[in-house]
């Protein structure tokens, strides 16, 4: 099972990256994230073949429990990738969320996970276009809803199965 560890975003937050989806959808750019059970998340680490996910729930559990909501910045539009890009809103990295970032991959360490999803290699973001088609066209479809930047709150650490979306476990973040 191919597993991604996330932080999902407040619901206002939610509702302007939802947005986004949807524009793409209606200019038939992407509809790869227009799905009923979507929920826009900022990703952590994804692990494409987790032949023991129940370690790697228990071990994010254990992280999970003890991190406070927290606010973060979306800044701006990046993009990821070359021959399957994806188009993200870049959230500035701030040493709070790095440490996160570090302790989860911390207990996770005996799982194999790919260099971009390491410390050091991570940049994070949250997606707003999987296996755009074009980029550029996203880019272009996007540019006059090009917000300033927003603070998203980040309210739970979860657990997502990458292949259909569903959520497999979630804690809420304490003070949510």
């Not at 980029?135 to 300033?148: F, G, K």
Request: aromatic letters at 6%; hydrophobic letters at 55%; charged letters at 20%.
């Amino acid at each position: 099972m191919a597993v991604a560890v996330a932080l999902r975003l407040d619901d206002d937050a939610a509702a302007r990256v939802v947005a986004l989806w949807e524009r793409l959808y209606v200019m038939g750019l992407d509809a790869t994230l227009v799905q009923p059970d979507a929920e826009p998340r900022l990703l952590l680490a994804m692990f494409q073949e987790a032949d023991d996910a129940g370690r790697i729930l228990s071990a994010t559990g254990l992280v999970g429990r003890s991190w406070p909501a927290m606010s973060v910045t979306a800044t701006g539009m990046t993009i990821f990738g070359d021959r399957s890009p994806t188009l993200a809103l870049a959230v500035a990295p701030t040493n709070a969320l790095l440490a996160w970032h570090e302790q989860l991959h911390t207990v996770l360490a005996n799982h194999p996970c790919d260099v971009l999803w390491r410390p050091g290699g991570w940049t994070p973001a949250i997606t707003v276009s999987e296996w755009a088609l074009s980029v550029a066209d996203a880019v272009r479809c996007l540019l006059p809803l090009m917000m300033e930047p927003f603070e998203a709150k980040l309210v739970a650490l979860e657990v997502v199965d990458r292949l259909c979306g569903a959520v497999v476990a979630s804690w809420d973040l304490v003070g949510r």
